[in-house]
C-alpha cells in the first residue's frame, strides 16, 4: 500500500516556492553546463542523429568531367544510449513517522528540502565530471601511495572524489578491474593536497600500482559521453565504433571526432591565442562569435599570474584585477572545477546539449517513493536519466598547456 506522503509534490511545492529550482541545481557546479542547453527530451532508448563528413568533391570547370564524378553527401550515423545515475538519501525515521500521522509539517518540508539539495548536488557533480570525460567515468589517476594515503597524479582531481565512495582501480582506462574489482572506501579527501584515505591500506587492492585509473564503484564504461567521447585526445583509428557498429570516425577525424590543437612550445600566455588561430582558419569554421573555451581553475590562475592579473584602473581610479574571464578574439575564457588541468577545450557551434528523460525524478517502488529500511530509517532514490550528445563534434577542440 501506497503511504501518503509523495516526495515528487513536495518537490514541486518547494520548486514553485522558489526555494529549491531543481533544473538549475542539477548543472550549478559545472560552468561548463551551464553553458549548453539541457532538453528534457529522451523519450527512447537511444538518440540517433547524421553527422556529415564528406560531399564538396565532383566539381570541376569542364562539365564532362563534373558529370562523370558526381558525388553525394557522406554521413556517419551516430548513436547514443541513456545513462542512469542514482543516489539514494536516508530520512530520519522520527520525523518520517510524524508526517505519516498528521501530514508534512514546515519542519518535515524543510528537512526533505536539504536532502533534495544533496541529492541533486550529488548528481550534478557527477554531470559536471562526465561534461568533459568519456564513458570509461575515470576519476583520477594514482600518482603515489603510502599506506592507507593516495596522493593523486593531478590535485585538481581531488573534487572528483567524496567521503563515503567506494573506489576500484584498473590498469589502463577502461580495463579490466584490479582484484577483481575490490574496493576501499573513502574516509577524508583533502582538495588542497590531492590525497584520498581510505578506511584500509590501497595494497588491498592487489597488484595496484601508480599509474592506475581509479573509479568509484559501479561507474566504470558506464557513464556519460562527455567531451572525452566525442573529442578525444588522440584521433580515432578505424574500427572503435564508439558511436555504433560500423561508425569509422578515422574517415574523417576532425569532422567525426573534433580538433586536436597543436600547441607545443608556446608559453602560457599566448597558447589560446595560438589555438583560436588553428580553429578558425579551418573551411566552414564552427568557431565564430559565442565560441567558449574552458580551462582548470589552476590552469585559469597561472594564466591571470603570467598576464600580470590583468590590471586596470576602474572608473572610481582604482586598481583592480579582473578574476572572472577575459576574451580570445571571439571566444570567453572560463574557469572550471572540472576542467581537468594541463587541458582546456574549445567549445564552438557543435550544438553539444545535455539531453534527459525528465531532469531529476524520485523513483519509485510498489507505489511508494520512500522505503522502510532495517531500523528506523527511511531511504528515498533520485535519478537522473539521459546523455550529453554533439550534433557537430567538428565544433569542439582541445588542446594541452606547457607544463609550468
Known amino acids: ?140 589517476i594514482r600518482g603515489s601511495v603510502a599506506s592507507a594515503v593516495l596522493t593523486l597524479s593531478s590535485i585538481d582531481d581531488a573534487v572528483n572524489f567524496n567521503i563515503g565512495d567506494k573506489i576500484v582501480a584498473a590498469q589502463t582506462d577502461g580495463g579490466a578491474l584490479r582484484d577483481a574489482g575490490d574496493f576501499v572506501t573513502l574516509l577524508a579527501v583533502n582538495t588542497e593536497t590531492g590525497e584520498l584515505t581510505a578506511d584500509a591500506n590501497w595494497s ?70 595560438k589555438a583560436m588561430s588553428q580553429v578558425r582558419k579551418k573551411p566552414g569554421s564552427y568557431y565564430g562569435p559565442g565560441t567558449k573555451i574552458f580551462v582548470s581553475e589552476t590552469d585559469f590562475a597561472n594564466i591571470r599570474i603570467a598576464k600580470e592579473g590583468s590590471r586596470f584602473i576602474d572608473s572610481t581610479n582604482q586598481y583592480q584585477m579582473e578574476i572572472e574571464g577575459f576574451k580570445v578574439g571571439p571566444a570567453s575564457v572560463y574557469p572550471d572545477v572540472f576542467c581537468p588541468e594541463g587541458t582546456f577545450r574549445v567549445l564552438g557551434d557543435a550544438e553539444y546539449e545535455l539531453h534527459t528523460v525528465d531532469g531529476v525524478r524520485i523513483d519509485t517502488v510498489d507505489g511508494n517513493e520512500m522505503r522502510k529500511e532495517s531500523g528506523d530509517v527511511y531511504t528515498f532514490m533520485s535519478i537522473v536519466d539521459g546523455n550529453f550528445k554533439a550534433q557537430y563534434p567538428a565544433g569542439m577542440a582541445r588542446g594541452t598547456f606547457p607544463t609550468t
Not at 564503484?217 to 555504433?244: M, Q, R
Open 204 to 273: 588491498n587492492i592487489a597488484s595496484m600500482a601508480d599509474g592506475d585509473s581509479l573509479y568509484v564503484e559501479g561507474d566504470i564504461n558506464l557513464s556519460w559521453s562527455g567531451w572525452d567521447t566525442y573529442n578525444p585526445a588522440t584521433a580515432p583509428t578505424g574500427g572503435d565504433n564508439v558511436f555504433g557498429a560500423g561508425v569509422d570516425r578515422s574517415l574523417n577525424p576532425e569532422l567525426l571526432a573534433g580538433v586536436r590543437l597543436n600547441t607545443t612550445g608556446t608559453n602560457i600566455e599566448t597558447v589560446l591565442i
Open 1 to 140: 500500500m501506497a503511504n501518503p506522503i509523495t516526495l515528487s509534490a513536495i518537490l514541486k511545492t518547494i520548486q514553485a516556492n522558489g526555494t529549491l529550482d531543481a533544473d538549475k541545481a542539477l548543472v550549478r557546479d559545472c560552468v561548463g553546463l551551464q553553458s549548453i542547453q539541457h532538453k528534457k527530451d529522451f523519450h527512447g532508448l537511444t538518440i540517433d542523429w547524421s553527422v556529415p563528413y564528406a560531399g564538396l568533391a565532383g566539381r570541376s570547370h569542364t562539365v564532362t568531367s563534373a558529370e562523370a564524378n558526381d558525388q553525394n553527401g557522406r554521413y556517419a550515423r551516430f548513436s547514443i544510449g541513456t545513462v542512469s545515475d542514482f543516489n539514494k538519501r536516508k530520512l530520519n525515521g522520527l520525523l518520517v513517522r510524524k508526517a505519516l500521522k498528521a501530514g508534512p509539517s514546515e519542519e518535515f518540508i524543510d528537512y526533505v528540502r536539504g536532502e533534495m539539495n544533496l541529492a541533486i548536488g550529488t548528481l550534478s557533480q557527477n554531470l559536471g565530471r562526465g561534461f568533459y570525460g568519456s564513458r570509461t567515468g575515470r576519476r583520477g
